[in-house]
């Protein structure tokens, strides 16, 4: 058995003094009698008793036998006591939650005990019992005056991890402008805590992949030794991301993956894999959650929901999400969908179109100049050079088809006089529900609120209330388990990724409805 964290190991060694030497077989008390006798609490033996499972040490069926007390059982029991507001699980499962999302950060002194108990409210005889469980999993150490977040690596200055993307032969990341969010808050976080860091971009060769790095542009060697762990970004479905995963659990260390886009389906040979943990952030179901909870609190009982890219799985799990908050509130089918779900992304709206020739042959004739004369082009143009290329780009031709094909969908969508809000799939369909709003004279929020995801530069210049999916935190997790994965809870179910809530940014967009029931979901 691998070495286990202090009080998962005290744990497993009373059960194996448990085992008789006649027969093998643990005769065990429940979780909470055993926990109690070996000095551990009750989450801890019940991963203790796990692993003991899994290293063939008992029997499963015996051991439920002896026990009365099923694993189900003991899961459920374990989530009840983490999900009870007040119990000092509950204060631990928050404090746990904040540390892994980066609010305290890894090497940093934690706040007083007294400004402790007051963010999360709890007595000090609570706190005290949080903070040693706490230590006891080894995610907080005490020092002298208070507490810590120990440092993720004790040799930082020679860690080395590799941020792995989709891209192509000259070093470029294939990805959008949002997602390259992702790898530009792990290089700050790295340089923070002076961990070096590769990023490397993968691209298909003929029959074989192909690992590049972004720097150098030279073929880079993901086996090298002074490598740790890998955190591979996936924001693409089309780009073969099984096989660099593949490749990536072969060599046998840590390794996250973001899942950005939502829907790739974990591997089997990576599921229960330890080494190996799955993350989302823009495909999770809190974002909707927190968006439903904000606009029926704000009295918004009938609300339309719009996505242009409705074939992506984030933006069916947002209006799925939403519909379900709805229902438990007891507005069951006010959530009206407006949306196509035949397009998952922007250039998607430029592929088999008889009329936009035009369009590809410009960006076709502007993708052999740039490679022939960008350059030049740059250094003799200045900002007006970046300014045509910002603008003869698949994403803004796009935008035009886009805005075209919703139009029919918002006229429908305003002659719904009980419609009081406008959930949009993303800032980007936001802007244009908003430049249409404002050709019709629609006052905002007066007469309509709108809200978004992702909370970009538009959504701050477009005054737009938005979610922000909390880059940072996400990536202060993925870290964390690279460089210390023992620190890190896994998903509680497996094959699915672990999470981080972010913030709704509430701004002029959006309103209270007046003379209107407040619904509230519990």
Not at 139 to 163: C, D, F, N, W
Not at 313 to 320: A, E, M, P, T, V
Not at 364 to 371: D, L, M, S
Request: charged fraction near 25%; include cysteine; glycine fraction near 6%.
């Amino acid at each position: 058995m691998n070495k286990q964290r202090p009080g998962v190991q005290r744990a497993i060694n009373y059960l194996d003094s448990l085992i008789s030497p006649e027969t093998g077989i643990a005769k065990l008390e429940s979780i909470r009698q055993m926990a109690s006798k070996a000095g551990v609490s009750f989450v801890t033996m019940w991963k203790a008793l796990k692993l003991f499972q899994e290293d063939g040490k008992g029997d499963r069926a015996e051991i439920r036998q002896v026990t009365g007390h099923d694993e189900d059982s003991s899961e459920k029991e374990v989530l009840q006591e983490t999900s009870t507001p007040g119990s000092w699980r509950w204060v631990a499962d928050r404090f746990y939650k904040d540390i892994l999302s980066g609010r305290y950060r890894a090497g940093e002194k934690l706040p007083t005990c007294k400004e402790l108990q007051q963010h999360y409210g709890v007595s000090f005889a609570t706190l005290k019992k949080v903070l040693t469980y706490l230590v006891d999993e080894q995610v907080v150490e005490p020092r002298t005056g208070g507490y810590s977040i120990p440092r993720l690596t004790s040799s930082a200055g020679h860690a080395r991890i590799v941020a792995i993307g989709c891209g192509w032969e000259d070093g470029k990341i294939w990805v959008d402008h949002q997602d390259k969010n992702y790898f530009r808050t792990l290089e700050s976080e790295c340089l923070r805590s002076n961990i070096k860091l590769d990023v490397i971009v993968y691209y298909r060769d003929r029959e074989r992949i192909r690992f590049v790095h972004t720097a150098s542009k030279k073929d880079y060697d993901l086996t090298d030794r002074r490598i740790i762990g890998y955190i591979f970004i996936v924001a693409n479905l089309e780009s073969t991301p099984e096989e660099v995963l593949g490749r990536l659990v072969a060599i046998r260390r840590t390794v996250a993956v973001l899942d950005v886009v939502g829907g790739w389906k974990i591997p089997r040979y990576a599921q229960g894999n330890r080494m190996v943990q799955f993350f989302t952030a823009t495909a999770s179901e809190l974002p909707a959650k927190r968006v439903a909870h904000y606009l029926l609190e704000q009295g918004h009982r009938h609300i339309a929901f719009f996505s242009p890219f409705h074939r992506a799985i984030w933006s069916r799990r947002r209006l799925d999400t939403l519909i379900d908050m709805y229902t438990k509130a007891g507005c069951a089918k006010n959530v009206r969908p407006f949306v196509y779900d035949t397009y998952a992304y922007q250039w998607d709206y430029l592929k088999n179109q008889e009329h936009n020739e035009d369009i590809h042959s410009l960006i076709n004739q502007y993708a052999e100049w740039k490679k022939e004369a960008h350059g030049e082009f740059f250094k003799r143009f200045g900002n007006l050079g970046y300014s045509i290329v910002k603008y003869i780009s698949e994403w803004n031709c796009a935008s035009g088809e886009i805005y075209e094909k919703m139009r029919p969908l918002f006229d429908e969508a305003l002659r719904d006089k009980a419609i009081s809000a406008w959930v949009m799939a993303n800032d980007f369909a936001a802007t244009i529900a908003i430049d249409f709003l404002k050709e019709h004279n629609v006052r905002i929020p007066e007469e309509l609120s709108i809200v978004s995801f992702d909370n970009t530069l538009d959504a701050m210049e477009y005054q737009l209330t938005s979610y922000d999916f909390n880059i940072h935190g996400i990536i202060s997790m993925m870290l964390r388990f690279v460089l210390a994965p023992h620190t890190v809870k896994p998903a509680r179910k497996t094959g699915s990724c672990l999470e981080v809530d972010g913030t709704l940014v509430v701004r002029r967009s959006t309103g209270r409805v007046v003379d209107d029931a407040v619904a509230v979901v519990q």
